[in-house]
C-alpha cells in the first residue's frame, strides 16, 4: 500500500506542480504571483523528500484515511491553483478568500511533509536541546527552547513510550506534539506548574488520556489556558476530566473526524472564551451545558456535517459575539431561544444556512450575516465523501 500511496503523491504533486508554473507566468495579480512562489518552493523542498529513504517513510507511515484524504485533496488543489487566473483584477473580496484557500494549501503541505519540522530542527543550534527517553525513534526531535518562564517545547514525529520529565521541564508554558504516538498516558505533563498550552496535531492519541484525565483525577494541569487537537483521527471522545480546566480560556478540536460527542459537563469551563470545532464530521450534538460559559465570545462548528439540531440552550451564551456555522448541512432550524444573543455581531455562514436566520435578524440590530462560499474542496472529509 505505501508504494500504491508514493506513486499518487507523486502523480498529483507532479500535476500541482505543473499548475503552479503555468499560471505563475500568464497572471498579473501580485498578491497571487507571491502566493504562487512560495507554493512553488514549497513543492521543491517536498522534490527532496522522495528522495531521502527515512523521511518518505515517515511521510507514508501514516493511516490509510489520512493518506487518501491528503491525495483528494492535493487532486483538487490543481483547481484552486488553476483558477488564479480567472479571477477578474477588481474582485478584491473574491482575491482574498482565494489568497486564503493558497496560504492553507501551503501550510498543508509544510505540515504533511514536515518541511517546517526540518526548517525548525535546523535553526535550533542557538538553543539547549534535550531528549526523552520514552521515544522509541532515536531520529525524532524534540527542541527545547528556555528563556526564563516563557519555555517551549516541541515533539516531533515519533512514538512516545513514556514520559520521565526532567528538571529541565519545570519552567515549560508551551508543549507541542506533533505526529506523536502515544503508547502510554501524558500524566506526569500534569504535574508541571507553569504549563498554560498543550498541542496535539496529526497525533495518535492512543492511551495519552488514559486513567490521567477523569472526575476524580488530582493530575488535571490547573494552569491550563489553551488546548488544541487537530487532525487527530482517533479522537473519538473527550475525557471528561477536561471539563475541570478552570482557566481554559481556548478549546481547539478541529479535523478531528472520529470525534462523535463532547463532555456533558462542558459548561464547567467557565473562563472558556473561543471554542472551536470546525471540521468534526461526525460530531452529532452540543451539550446543553454549553449555556453555562459566561465568557464564550467566539463558536465555530463550520462543517460539522452530523449536527442536526442545536441545544436550546445556546441561546444563554450572553458573551458571544461571533459564530461560524458555514457547512452545517444537517440543521435545518435554530432555536428559538437564538434570538434572545443580542450582542452577537457576526454570523458566518453558507448562503443555506443564511435562510435560518432571516427571522432573527429584525430582532437583532447588532447582527451582521456574512455568507461565505460553500467550498467542498476546504473538508477533507467532505472530498472523501
Same mark, same amino acid.
Request: glycine letters at 2%; charged letters at 20%; hydrophobic letters at 40%.
Given at each position: 500500500?505505501?508504494?500504491? +500511496? ?29 502566493l ?9 523542498? /517536498? ?5 531521502d ?13 489520512? *493518506? ?11 483547481? /484552486?491553483?488553476?483558477k ?10 473574491? !482575491?482574498?478568500?482565494?489568497? !486564503? ?11 504533511f +511533509? ?7 530542527? /535546523?535553526?535550533?543550534? *542557538? ?12 531520529? $525524532?526531535?524534540?527542541?527545547? $527552547? ?8 516541541s515533539v516531533y514525529?515519533?512514538?512516545?513510550l ?22 502510554s $498516558? ?15 496535531v *496529526? ?6 488520556? &488514559? ?21 487527530c ?11 475541570n ?10 479535523n ?13 469551563? $467557565? ?37 442536526n ?8 451564551? %450572553?458573551?458571544?459575539?461571533?459564530? &461560524? *456555522? ?15 444573543l ?5 454570523? /458566518? %455562514? ?18 451582521k ?16 465523501q
Open positions: 500500500m505505501a508504494v500504491v +500511496f508514493e506513486t499518487a503523491l507523486q502523480f498529483v504533486l507532479g500535476e500541482l506542480q505543473k499548475a503552479v508554473h503555468v499560471v505563475w507566468q500568464i497572471i498579473q495579480t501580485h498578491r497571487f504571483k507571491s504562487l512562489k512560495r507554493l512553488e518552493k514549497t513543492l521543491k523542498s /517536498i522534490e527532496q523528500v522522495f528522495y529513504s527515512w523521511r518518505l517513510s515517515k511521510v507514508l507511515d501514516r493511516p490509510e484515511k489520512e *493518506m487518501i484524504m491528503l491525495i483528494c485533496y492535493l487532486s483538487n488543489a490543481t483547481e /484552486i491553483v488553476l488564479c487566473s480567472s479571477i477578474k483584477y477588481r474582485t478584491m473580496n473574491k !482575491k482574498i478568500l482565494h489568497s !486564503k484557500k493558497l496560504i492553507r494549501l501551503n501550510n498543508e503541505l509544510l505540515r +511533509f514536515q518541511i517546517d519540522v526540518q526548517e525548525k530542527t /535546523i535553526n535550533t543550534s *542557538m538553543t539547549d536541546s534535550i531528549a526523552i527517553s520514552g521515544l522509541e525513534d532515536n531520529s $525524532s526531535v524534540v527542541a527545547f $527552547s528556555a528563556d526564563g518562564y516563557s519555555s517551549t517545547c514525529a515519533g512514538q512516545l513514556n514520559l520521565p520529565l526532567t528538571d529541565s521541564f519545570a519552567n515549560l508554558t508551551s508543549i507541542r506534539f506533533e505526529h506523536v504516538s502515544f503508547s $498516558s501524558i500524566q506526569p505533563l500534569f504535574s508541571l506548574p507553569f504549563l498554560q498550552k498543550l498541542s496535539f *496529526m497525533c495518535e492519541i492512543g492511551d495519552a488520556f &488514559k486513567n490521567s484525565v477523569t472526575d476524580q483525577s488530582p493530575y488535571v494541569p490547573s494552569n491550563l489556558m489553551d488546548l488544541e487537537f487537530d487532525c483521527y482517533d479522537l473519538m471522545e473527550l475525557p471528561s476530566g477536561l471539563c480546566l478552570v482557566h481554559l480560556q481556548n478549546l481547539s478540536i478541529t478531528c473526524h472520529e470525534l462523535d460527542a463532547l463532555p456533558k459537563k462542558l459548561g464547567n469551563l $467557565s473562563n472558556l472564551q473561543n471554542l472551536n470545532l470546525h471540521c468534526c464530521t461526525k460530531l452529532q450534538e452540543i451539550p446543553a451545558s454549553i449555556g453555562s460559559l459566561p465568557n464564550l465570545s467566539f463558536l465555530d462548528l463550520s462543517d460539522c456535517l452530523s449536527i439540531l442545536l441545544p436550546d440552550e445556546i441561546g444563554e451564551l %450572553c458573551s458571544l459575539r461571533v459564530l &461560524k *456555522m458555514s457547512g452545517v448541512h444537517g440543521l435545518r432550524e435554530l432555536p428559538v431561544p437564538m434570538s434572545k443580542l450582542q452577537l455581531e457576526k454570523v /458566518i %455562514c453558507d448562503e443555506e444556512t443564511s435562510y435560518l436566520w432571516m427571522d432573527y435578524e429584525s430582532d437583532m440590530n447588532n447582527l450575516i456574512n455568507v461565505v462560499e460553500d467550498d467542498r474542496l476546504e473538508s477533507f472529509m467532505k472530498i472523501v
